[in-house]
């Protein structure tokens, strides 16, 4: 079982050591329907928490992804735009969009589990 | 709390998201989610809820003048049945609000306006009404939208209305469906063939899912019908048009009758008209990847900003980028080089001559006899 942590506002966080593959819930994929475009950031961008690190449009809005703990942007996913049904596949899997190397690994502890956050979807709904 | 159309209950058992829109509680999208929605309506039918919209009646000796005065149109020699897209202008020669005013008989007409304007409208209109004319709101009637192009087809098969003579911009009044009188206007904001049908809002919900039994049916919301208007070109009030935009600047001057030089701020409108406009609505069409939405600036080669985006959005049948906004005219032509910025990043981008997509309405041909005759169809 992968182990996944989320945000409140439904990053998806894959934990690979240091690094974290950030993506978005699968509640968030069917809150935004149609995805058209994604916006990447640079590579080497440092980012604190909560900074903006990548723009979901649908064809409904525009969605920014939150960086869900601060770090450096190590990787971002190229094949994401010319391919946007990779975003329903797991983080890890070719769902991630960005990848991050956590600059403080205690500040994961924050975020929910898969437990917390299916409490948290039936709070918010 | 937010209104309710008589068919709110129709659209929670469709599984629709509701959301707020000009005071009402309405369907953004059905189970199929906007792009399915936006391609079913190009390429089938699409089914509309629009009740949240005004509806009202103008009579008497006096209606013909008033409506030229309210509006820039003439009605004088309008035929019966024939239906005018108009707007009201205010004495800046800005838009009070963009309608529909139908022609039903000599001295009676049929008009369909803004959901998010109908009191400013109401008052608007009456404020000017002469003792000759009478404006009776039709608060108890909704309205379905049933527009693609199996629309006709579907109405046929569904409840034997035969539209086969009824010409686009037209209407054909005392129809009976389901037993209630409506009027079946041959027109729409999609740019496709379709209808916009006046029901008794008792009759709604019976009339709405009567229709979605056809299998060339779906019911679609207001966010696909954003995107179908966008791709026609057709101007969103509050976005596009508003009070501060003249219908010259608007690329509305069509709506203007020869004849009627006596409507309120007829003096700026002309005088704009005759001069020509700075600035214009122009399409535009991104080049690059991206999505820009209302609120983006318009940018030109030199990065100087020229205007701004007052609707944009995706466009599912081009698949690209497409959104309007005003520009001066020096950069109106099609094909002129631009770009749109979206948080902080140029995109490139031209104007584009609108519609972004061909219309598929029918031929507004000339209105015989007979169309508009009382009882000439029956359901």
């Known amino acids: 079982m992968a182990d996944y942590k989320y945000t409140k506002d439904h990053e998806c966080v894959f934990v690979d050591g240091q690094d974290v593959w950030v993506g978005i819930s699968s509640y968030a994929r069917e809150a935004l329907g149609d995805l058209v475009y994604v916006e990447l950031p640079e590579v080497g961008k440092s980012v604190s928490q909560g900074d903006d690190i990548a723009v979901i449009e649908s064809v409904k809005t525009a969605a920014e992804v939150y960086a869900p703990v601060a770090g450096e942007v190590i990787a971002v996913n190229e094949a994401m735009p010319d391919d946007l049904d990779l975003i329903a596949k797991p983080v890890e899997q070719g769902g991630w969009i960005v990848k991050l190397k956590v600059a403080d690994s205690g500040a994961l502890d924050a975020l929910m589990n898969s437990a917390a956050y299916e409490a948290y979807l039936k709070e918010v709904d | 709390m937010a209104e309710r159309t008589p068919l709110y209950d129709s659209h929670l058992a469709l599984g629709a998201k509701t959301g707020p829109f000009a005071g009402y509680d309405m369907p953004l999208y059905y189970k199929d989610g906007v792009l399915q929605e936006h391609l079913w309506t190009r390429a089938q039918a699409g089914l509309f809820d629009v009740s949240h919209m005004g509806q009202a009646i103008v009579e008497g000796a006096g209606a013909v003048s008033f409506l030229e005065r309210i509006t820039p149109s003439s009605f004088q020699n309008k035929p019966n049945g024939r239906a005018q897209y108009t707007v009201l202008t205010n004495e800046a020669g800005g838009i009070v609000d963009d309608l529909i005013i139908t022609r039903l008989e000599e001295q009676r007409f049929f008009l369909v306006f803004n959901a998010g304007c109908k009191d400013k409208d109401i008052g608007w209109m009456k404020a000017v009404l002469p003792d000759g004319a009478s404006f009776q709101v039709l608060d108890t009637r909704a309205l379905i939208a049933l527009q693609g192009p199996k629309a006709a087809e579907a109405l046929m098969s569904v409840f034997a209305v035969d539209t086969s003579a009824l010409p686009y911009m037209a209407i054909m009044q005392d129809v009976d469906i389901a037993g209630a009188h409506c009027y079946v206007s041959r027109l ?192």
């Open chain 2, 188 to 379: 729409g904001y999609t740019g496709e063939d379709g209808f916009e049908i006046s029901v008794p809002g008792e009759k709604a919900a019976l009339i709405w899912s009567a229709l979605l039994r056809s299998e060339m049916v779906k019911p679609v919301g207001l966010a696909a019908r954003d995107s179908l208007r966008l791709e026609m070109g057709y101007p969103l009030y509050g976005h596009d048009i508003d009070d501060t935009t003249s219908p010259v600047e608007a690329g509305l001057s069509w709506v203007m009758g020869k004849d009627n030089t006596g409507f309120i701020g007829a003096d700026k409108v002309l005088a704009q008209k005759a001069a020509g406009p700075e600035r214009v609505r122009v399409g535009v069409r991104l080049l690059d990847k991206g999505v820009a939405r209302e609120g983006s600036e318009i940018r030109n080669d030199l990065d100087v900003k020229i205007g701004m985006l007052t609707s944009g959005g995706f466009s599912p049948s081009l698949e690209a980028s497409i959104g309007m906004g005003y520009v001066p005219v020096a950069y109106a032509a099609p094909g002129t080089k631009i770009f749109v910025t979206v948080r902080g990043r140029n995109i490139a981008a031209e104007i584009a001559a609108m519609p972004f997509v061909p219309a598929r309405t029918k031929s507004m041909k000339k209105l015989d006899t007979g169309i508009e005759k009382k009882g000439a169809v029956n359901g």
